[in-house]
């Protein structure tokens, strides 16, 4: 069934993207859902990368595209299969027998056996797994441009599936819910700025300072979820996530006991500017809801009682004499509530005072930083190249690398970076606004370098050293810029090797460091990535090449990815090589200093 609005932006994604204007409908479909489900949200879409994570084709058992997503908090691997269908109709047994075919490929490749698999998926899914970090999970999304016929048939579909793939997170996304996303991306709400619910009866509310507890809707809540969508459960503060036990749960009070849901459910939190009970009409200004994401979802998704049924809401309005103590306070109201529940670290910080200070410091040199989920360089003219601009997560994963120097964590447990002993040396009065503009700089030309021709120069071993070797890269340079600012000599590094709690210590330092690029060159990519493959080559493989080898001699293997994980590799192995060859070798030493050391 052929859907208009689908039809126009598929045509509006190949204007705005010449990579895919030659590309067929299917394929700018799969594309274009992509960059609006992973990469709106202030994360750099790079229309090139993703044509080539899209491995649609023969013998590619299933999967259409291999991806990591940007916003996860484990750099999540997404495994896609799309179906762009113009007159073909969408059913349980067509998407049940798809996503086998995936399952049976992604066990086949896990077990290391691809004879017969397009070599270009293979290694799109190789590369996606070594960028997944500890805690990330493997996820199959299903996009389709088809329509179900109503509700129920969605909801028998998405039940169905979860118990055909037990072993997989598994999500559907329809044309409503594609169309959804799309709007909401476009609209860029983090909040709800005007809408009601339904109340039990006039009067009936408990009052607490400026907030109130009443009993809404069931009804009225699943209208305004199904307008609202995910813009309702607040991108910046709470999420639905899907959890079996508790959905199942919902579920099955909903349709078996609904009379007593409201004894049996905690309902739900909304924090909000302004509130006003108006008789049955519960009005809100400017609000989110920050606790009841999985009762919100369930009950906009399921088929309600023809009697209506009342939950509980607990409407807190935000305090505070100013713009800041207010967002404080909606984000320790965020993270107490939901102290409990799975919910993405990130967002609880995005409202932290210290956020909005870098924020502004940032702003102040140009450079616009999003903290908050949804948020956008504003206005766009103002921040015309990718590295203007970066996410949360993006300026914790670059400073753990560089500043603090822990570049296996920044790779592969960049959650890190909440943890107060790092969070505040990261985002507090000691973050120095120019380095992070620096290193978010130096992130993305090192992107691009890592998948350019340049890099076909090295052994497999070396190019896969520089492919995964992105954060310890940084590490060597910031550890060159440190030292040059007199934080530490290489002989009081090389005498703590042994002591790793010292050496970590000491690395930390940021006394006199105020930038990592001291002059702006006409020449400065070409620089940059000069210093990419040296570093590449000649410390990092280098150091893997020893590692290799000692791996060898006691019967054990060791690959380039997992190398890169750990932080104790940095220390005993990288960092002494780095000293050695940046004291020792003229040429390689001057081509750093070019970027590092401003010039006299």
Known sequence: MENSFIVSRVKAFKEKYPQFKSQQDYIVFTGMCIYYFYFTSGDT????????????????????????????????????????????????????????????????????????????????????????????????????????????????????????????????????????????????????????????????????????????SAKSLQDLQNRRRSSLLGMNLRYHIAGKNVDDAIAKTIKDDSANFWYKNNGILIVCDKYQCDGTKLKLTNFSIVNGGQTTYKIGQCDLP???????????????????????????????????????????????????????????????????????????????????????????????????????????????MYDDQYYYSIFGTGAVPQVIVDLIKID????KYSKSKKVEAYTIETQQM???????????????VKLNAGCFTNDEINDLINDTDELKRTLRKMDGVSCVIANKLDNEKDVLEDIFGLIGDEVLGYCFDLATRVAINT??????????????????????????????????????????????
């Open 306 to 416: 023809d009697e209506d049924f009342y939950l509980q809401c607990k409407v807190v309005k935000a305090k505070g004499a100013t713009a800041e103590q207010s967002q404080d306070f909606v984000g320790k109201i965020a993270e107490a509530t939901n102290s409990q529940k799975p919910i993405k670290t990130k967002d609880l910080k995005a409202n932290r005072p210290e956020q909005w200070k870098l924020k502004s410091a940032l702003a102040d040199i140009g450079f616009y930083y999003m903290p908050k989920n949804g948020d956008k360089p504003s206005p766009a003219e103002k921040y015309p190249e990718p590295y203007n601009s970066a996410k949360l997560e993006k300026v914790g994963k670059v400073c753990l690398a560089g500043v603090l120097q822990m570049p296996g964590s920044a790779r592969s447990n960049s959650q890190k």
């Open 45 to 216: 879409f790079d229309p090139d990368q993703t044509l080539r994570s899209i491995v649609d084709g023969a013998n590619d058992g299933g999967i259409d595209a291999v991806l990591n997503d940007p916003s996860s908090e484990g750099n999540d691997l997404i495994i896609v299969q799309s179906k762009y269908y113009n007159v073909a109709d969408v059913t349980q047994d067509k998407i049940v027998g798809e996503l086998s075919k995936i399952a049976d490929t992604v066990k086949r490749l896990d077990k290391y056996k691809i004879e017969g698999l397009k070599q270009d998926m293979v290694s799109a899914y190789r590369t996606a797994v070594s960028e997944m970090e500890d805690n990330g999970s493997k996820r199959i999304v299903f996009f389709t441009s088809d329509e179900v016929p109503n509700k129920k048939t969605k909801n028998s579909i998405l039940k169905a599936v979860q118990g055909y793939f037990p072993d997989f997170d598994v999500e559907l996304n329809f044309c409503d819910d594609i169309q959804a996303q799309i709007e909401l991306s476009e609209n860029g709400k983090t909040v709800v700025e005007y809408d009601e619910l339904d109340l039990d009866e006039p009067d009936n509310a408990l009052h607490y300072e400026d907030s109130i507890i009443v009993n809404i």
């Open 466 to 480: 520089i492919k995964n070797g992105r954060t310890f890269v940084m590490a060597c340079l910031l550890y060159a």
């Open 555 to 600: 019967g054990k293997s060791v690959a380039p990815s997992d190398y890169l994980k750990l932080d104790s590799n940095y220390y005993k192995d990288i960092i002494s090589r780095f000293n050695t060859v940046y004291s020792t070798k003229k040429a390689f030493k001057d081509t750093i200093d070019k970027i590092i050391l401003k010039a006299e």
């Open 444 to 447: 993305y030309f090192y992107d």
